[in-house]
């Protein structure tokens, strides 16, 4: 039988709550109300005037087809950079887990690039691969290889990919390391004295008992290459060669702050909060449902 | 007692009033400089401050072109804006469009008494930023013109005569076979694709990049850069990026660390690029006209200009607005625009500027500096290259920027990719047509 405290009367419960609620309001509802509202209008940028355009903004976006084909593109993207994310997170987690000495070295060391801002871990980047002067493409180019992400669009999206992915393999390796120090040592060893090898032991035990946090950091890190990843993309490639690094988010920037639309600006962000909504009812509805708690 | 306090309140005042106004009166300057660009225009501030005692103008930095126009929206919507603003030539039909949010220089400098001769100005520079009707909407600040930087020593090491003949693209495109096959791996390489590329192409060929001369004369205008003469030019760019004669580099400048690390031999980019080419090259340059097609509309008529102009924000007091008719009127004086002009590479806004540089010799002692000016006052500019007037400008270019890549990469043909670019650019413009309708 759970255990149940109830509050007797309604202010204090609410007293408690309201910090969450408004700190929601103001810096959630209030906002994407206001893009709701504005993605409703053509305005001029200095807000002088704008015309009510109804649902034009939407029309205009959804009747361009390379709008439609960054949806593509963000899928792409999304799947590349959780991926590149979180596998290498858990193998190093996996290894920290099993270091006797000097773990607290690697786990910092580890940690580190979470520190780094993504439109800074852009730049650096950029900078190793830098078609003139970059490290990484130089050797690539004794090795044969003339590697060109300016003209090159899979190369360019490789390279956002990883300058994405590396500070998140931080945040995840944290996540996951937390996670395997959780797993009873007993269920291993017993497995062990079975003789299960590791990989196996891993696999059947470990992995499963690990799918809650896999679970949150899919959801998390979907999130975060959805939203967070236009600095990294601004920095590297501005959405091309062509428009092959063109996500959504990226759109909603460059549209908005550069080009002073933000009308079609909201309009995109609409689009993209239930693009997301809905990614995100279909992770708790189908995904959740193979997590065991 | 109530009357002693009002006339009290009224002495005051009439005392104060005097004292107010001879206070200092606070001019807010927003520009885009930094590095040595940003010290010449802080110099540039402290001599305006030093020369009177009326107003102090208060210079600050806000990021690249597209950060500081941002800024000063920004601030404009939240009622905190700059009294002088500098926008970059590509956001020239926003602000011209945004009626109640500017105050056009012309009238800022008639209700100032300030001196004022708009026809001191270079037309070339002063027509991309007047009305149709000859009045001046902001203060040209900054502007160059594409040109041809040679690298000589290159050119000797691939066995080519330095000073080979590069005035037309035909000549080029000889001298360009010639770099390849004498071992040169980055014969032709460019900055600002789509500024020297398409719109100054069109200018200089005389042909038209956009209907209604280039938006000068409306919001209701379509993007003519499908036109033969472009796409022929652009075909022939395909090739050389196929034949490994032309190396693109990026959409913006990127070009120049190439080309002033002495690893390309042609470069085509701003005449403002002459500061750091001076400073850093190591190796023996040319700077040459702009090459144009023989034959191919009236070429060479004029080039354009890029840069940025100063826009002046409504919403202030007379009294500041004649600090801002005096300071404008300072920036346009002779000896003021001709240092900019000989330490900057940008041209000079006056034809004062342009004679006194002249006078002093300073052309003679660095050969080719006058090639800008030269190639921007050849010809009275036509409807075809007094300059562009494009709603949402900035984000056109992003498409051009797109379409030129697919032509670079092979993916698209130059036909495909410019009627591409004029079908999505066209959408824009509509947009920008009914948001200022």
Not at chain 1, 57 to 72: G, H, I, M, P, Q
Not at chain 1, 89 to 99: Q, T
Not at chain 2, 289 to 298: K, T
Request: proline content about 4%; aromatic content about 12%.
């Amino acid at each position: 039988m759970e255990k149940r405290v109830t509050f007797r009367g309604w202010l204090l419960p609410l007293l408690l709550i309201a910090p969450q609620v408004i700190i929601s309001a103001v810096f959630f509802f209030y906002p994407a109300g206001q893009a709701i509202w504005q993605s409703l209008f053509i305005p001029d940028p200095f807000g002088l005037s704008s015309q009510f355009v109804g649902l034009g903004n939407f029309e205009f976006l959804l009747t361009d087809k390379f709008y439609r084909a960054s949806f593509v593109t963000t899928a792409v993207f999304s799947i590349l950079v959780t991926l590149c994310s979180m596998i290498p997170a858990l193998f190093l987690a996996v290894l920290a887990d099993r270091l006797i000495k000097g773990s607290g070295v690697y786990r910092t060391l580890l940690i580190w690039p979470y520190a780094v801002a993504p439109a800074v871990a852009g730049v650096l980047w950029l900078f190793m691969f830098n078609t003139r002067v970059g490290v990484v493409s130089w050797y690539l180019g004794q090795l044969g290889y003339d590697w060109n992400h300016v003209l090159n669009g899979n190369e360019a999206m490789g390279l956002v990919v990883v300058a994405s992915a590396w500070g998140r393999i931080s945040y995840n390796f944290l996540f996951f390391f937390a996670a395997l120090q959780a797993v009873p040592r007993s269920v291993i060893e017993a497995a062990a004295i079975d003789g299960a090898h590791f990989w196996r032991r891993f696999f059947t035990i470990v992995l499963p008992l690990l799918s809650p946090t896999t679970f949150f950091l899919l959801v998390v890190n979907i999130v975060y290459a959805f939203f967070e990843t236009f600095g990294v993309i601004h920095t590297i490639t501005s959405g091309g060669p062509q428009q092959a690094t063109t996500i959504l988010v990226y759109k909603v920037f460059s549209d908005g702050f550069v080009g002073q639309d933000l009308g079609s600006s909201s309009a995109q962000s609409v689009i993209l909060l239930i693009v997301v909504g809905l990614l995100t009812v279909v992770q708790f509805k189908y995904i959740e449902k193979r997590v065991h708690y | 007692m109530k009357k002693t306090l009002i006339s009290g309140l009224a002495l005051a005042t009439a005392l104060s009033a005097p004292l107010a106004a001879s206070a200092q009166t606070e001019i807010q300057f927003w520009h885009a400089f930094t590095g040595r660009l940003g010290e010449l225009v802080k110099a540039q501030v402290e001599e305006f401050n030093a020369s009177q005692s009326d107003y102090t103008v208060v210079e600050s930095h806000k990021g690249n072109y597209s950060e500081t126009l941002n800024a000063g929206i920004a601030a404009f919507r939240a009622g905190e804006q700059p009294h002088i603003l500098m926008v970059f030539e590509v956001g020239t039909a926003t602000m011209m469009a945004a009626e109640g949010a500017i105050k056009p220089v012309y009238e800022v400098m008639a209700e100032s008494g300030a001196e004022f001769d708009p026809d001191a100005y270079i037309g070339a520079v002063k027509g991309y930023y007047t009305t149709t009707d000859g009045q001046m909407l902001s203060l040209p600040f900054n502007s160059s013109t594409p040109v041809l930087w040679v690298n000589r020593d290159a050119m000797e090491a691939a066995g080519v005569d330095p000073d080979t003949d590069l005035s037309t693209w035909q000549k080029v495109d000889a001298v360009l076979e010639q770099l390849k096959a004498g071992g040169e791996e980055c014969p032709l390489v460019t900055a600002w694709q789509s500024w020297i590329h398409l719109e100054n192409f069109s200018a200089y060929h005389d042909v038209p990049f956009a209907s209604k001369d280039n938006g000068f004369g409306g919001v209701d205008t379509e993007l003519m850069l499908n036109g033969e003469a472009q796409v022929a030019h652009l075909s022939a760019m395909g090739q050389w990026a196929k034949d490994g004669e032309f190396i693109y580099t990026g959409r913006r400048n990127e070009g120049g660390a190439n080309f002033r690390a002495g690893d390309c031999a042609l470069f085509t980019e701003s005449s403002a690029g002459y500061a750091g080419i001076s400073s850093e090259a190591e190796f023996d340059f040319d700077v040459r006209p702009l090459p144009y097609w023989e034959g191919v509309g009236n070429a060479p008529q004029n080039t354009i200009i890029g840069g940025a102009s100063l826009w002046v924000l409504s919403g202030h007091d007379d009294a500041e607005y004649k600090g801002v008719g005096e300071f404008l009127s300072f920036l346009s004086s002779t000896d003021v625009q001709a240092k900019w002009h000989q330490d900057t590479g940008y041209l000079p806004i006056t034809v004062a500027a342009g004679d006194a540089t002249r006078a002093s010799g300073f052309y003679d002692e660095n050969p080719g500096t006058d090639v800008a000016v030269i190639q921007m006052t050849a010809n009275q500019p036509t409807g075809n290259s007094k300059g562009l007037r494009l709603g949402s400008f900035d984000q056109i270019r992003g498409i051009i920027d797109e379409e030129l890549e697919a032509i670079w990469s092979g993916d698209k043909t130059a036909q495909e990719a410019m009627d591409s670019a004029k079908e999505r650019g066209d959408a824009l413009l509509r947009r920008f047509e009914s948001a200022n309708r």
